[in-house]
């Protein structure tokens, strides 16, 4: 079995910067040597090896999400998604949708996102985006592509009886719908396979 060690920092805002917390808004690199997060319409970007973070760009915005290699990261923008290199640059719009409601970078070049009620599918190089799965009223967020092509895993909201019921769900390939894999639950996330079980961990559970 492997273990690896843990890391615990603090991330220290100036007095006036104000971090948005009402959605997902840290994203860690897929080697953990590096955080990106979003305060007052900055993206700021912090090393482990360094005791202040710097500037990445100024974005309006609310979420990001690191490249497989952790040499890019992909974040929203009132236009739609763009992906920024860590060292700076001019940043690369990806797609045009609006809404979005969370994003995830595929190890295949591809990046999957949510624009509230559909399940997208787009080159990280731009272009036309392929719809995966059209919720119609329900709310769709925070995908996660799994490993192995297995499917794609996000949450799916659907109004019950006066409130919103928050499920997470699996799109597997050639699927017309997503199967119910934790109910009651939103933000789901793939952790991993050992000989026993499959581990999911969710944010938290609601319905509300």
């Known amino acids: 079995m492997l273990f690896r060690s843990l890391t615990r920092f603090s991330i220290w805002l100036a007095p006036n910067l104000a971090l948005n917390t009402s959605v997902p808004n840290v994203a860690i690199s897929p080697d953990g040597r590096h955080v990106a997060y979003r305060a007052d319409n900055v ?31 992909l974040f929203t923008t009132l236009t739609g998604l763009s992906r920024v290199s860590l060292s700076g640059g001019t940043p690369r719009q990806v797609s045009d949708s609006k809404a979005v409601s969370g994003a995830d970078w595929a190890a295949e070049g591809t990046i999957v996102f949510t624009d509230e ?13 392929q719809v995966l799965f059209d919720g119609g009223s329900s709310y769709l967020a925070l995908p996660q592509v799994l490993p192995n092509g297995a499917g794609v895993l996000f949450t799916k ?13 699996v799109l597997t390939p050639g699927a017309s719908s997503p ?3 934790l109910p009651n639950s939103s933000g789901a996330r793939y952790l991993g396979t050992d000989r026993k079980s499959t581990r999911l961990n969710s ?4 319905q509300s």
């Not at 090896?49 to 890019?72: N, R």
């Not at 009620?117 to 985006?129: E, F, N, P, T, Y």
Request: glycine share 10%.
């Open 43 to 73: 993206i700021w970007l912090r090393s482990l090896d360094e005791v202040t973070p710097h500037e990445l760009l100024k974005s309006p915005g609310v979420s990001q999400w690191f490249s497989p290699d952790g040499a890019e990261l």
């Open 117 to 129: 009620h559909r399940l997208l599918q787009v080159s990280a190089d731009g272009g036309k985006s």
């Open 157 to 169: 909201a659907d109004v019950g009886t006066g409130a919103r019921v928050y499920n997470a769900v």
């Open 179 to 181: 199967q119910l894999v």
């Open 203 to 206: 944010s938290h559970s609601q």
